[in-house]
């Protein structure tokens, strides 16, 4: 058995976390042979929920779960940390402007972001969940000034498993048939599911469906909104999706993407397909042996074009309103 490695999460007792611990707990994350340490992370008033958390943990009797710690100060929840799934923000509330939800969530990510600087472990993989993912991974990365900002994530994966499960859906094959899927930009609604580099049991998935105007008009949307269409029908935002998403993120990330596929991750860009360098865009990548390769060369046509612009100057705008606020 390997030794077993560290993985914090914060916002541990919200409805992600309550999806996400016993599947990282399960091995579903590192792989069955993989022990971990869960360091949960919450504010003062969620300690008490969470201890209930962590006794579910427990009646589980995980094989893989070597230890699992609790506590509302980062300095504590990140030491030595070896993967950190920030999960715990701030929502929007009715009225909130986004300077405000900026602002606030800046408190958040701001001292995490130091803390991880100061305490994890010099290779820790960060992935930020919590929304606006992007600015918010942009906020920690800009305050962990001893890491690599490479080693800051922010979470495209539910975007990019919808645009499968949607695409699966119109062709009528199984969604193990599709391949090569990007969402590029922002997990936001200006994001950018691409077709033209999709494939559907390997042929071209834009030509295959040969019907831009659904394209346009309905698949992309449908996954753009798609967070407001389950917060429409179930009164709560996705959780499970969301939580298996970020499983599915850190695993690729960890054990790596299989021959003849890629994933989509943000991270931060190197200018590369036109997207000002820094901010944390969207791309497709390969991961091998925990090395995160963006796909390059991909021929991006005017239609491509303008909604990466799109996504883009939405983050552009983030990074200013965050800037202006001291943040990053
Ligand atoms: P919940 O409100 O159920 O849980 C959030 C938890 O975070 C709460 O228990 C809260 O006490 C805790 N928290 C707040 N501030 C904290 C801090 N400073 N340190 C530690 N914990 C803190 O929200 P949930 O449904 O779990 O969603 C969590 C976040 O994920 C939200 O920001 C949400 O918008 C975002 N999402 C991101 C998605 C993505 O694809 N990137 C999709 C799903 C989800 O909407």
């Known amino acids: 058995m390997k030794t077993p490695v560290r993985v914090a999460v914060t916002g541990a007792a ?3 976390g309550y999806s996400l611990l016993f599947r990282i707990a399960s091995g579903a994350m590192l792989g069955e042979d993989q022990p971990v340490i869960l360091q949960l992370l919450e504010i003062t008033p969620a300690l008490k ?31 030595d940390a070896d993967y950190a799934l920030l999960v715990g923000a701030l ?3 009715a009225g909130m402007e986004r300077s405000d939800l900026l602002s606030a969530n800046g408190g958040i990510f701001k001292p995490q972001g130091h803390a991880l600087s100061e305490v994890a472990s010099r290779n820790v993989k960060v992935l930020v969940v919590g929304n606006p993912a992007n600015t918010n991974a942009l906020i920690a990365l800009s305050n962990a000034p001893k890491l690599k900002p490479a080693q800051f994530h922010a979470m495209v994966r539910l975007d990019h498993n919808r645009a499968i499960s949607q695409l699966a859906e119109k062709t009528g094959k199984p969604v193990t048939a599709i391949k090569k899927m990007t969402i590029w930009g922002n997990h936001s609604t ?31 949307p449908t996954v753009a909104k798609r967070g407001a269409a389950i917060i429409e029908a179930r009164g709560l935002s996705s959780a499970a999706s969301a939580a298996n998403a970020a499983i599915d993120h850190m695993r690729s990330w960890a054990l790596g993407t299989p021959e003849g596929d890629w994933t989509s991750m943000a991270f931060p860009s190197d200018g590369s397909y036109g997207v000002p360098e820094g901010l944390v865009f969207g791309y497709p990548v390969t991961v091998r042996n925990g090395q995160v390769e963006m796909v390059k060369g991909l021929d991006i046509n005017e239609f491509s074009r303008a909604k990466i612009d799109a996504t883009a100057k939405e983050l552009e705008e983030e990074r200013q309103a965050v800037r202006q606020l001291g943040l990053v």
């Open 14 to 16: 919200g409805q992600i």
């Open 49 to 79: 929920a969470l201890q209930g958390v962590v006794m579910e943990l427990k009646d589980c009797a995980f094989p893989l779960l070597a230890g699992i710690t609790t506590s509302d100060d980062p300095m504590v929840a990140f030491k």
């Open 91 to 93: 929502p929007r509330k």
């Open 190 to 220: 200006t994001q950018f599911p691409d077709l033209y580099h999709a494939e559907v049991e390997g042929k071209n998935a834009h030509a295959l469906v040969n019907d831009h105007e659904w394209y346009e008009k309905t698949f992309i």
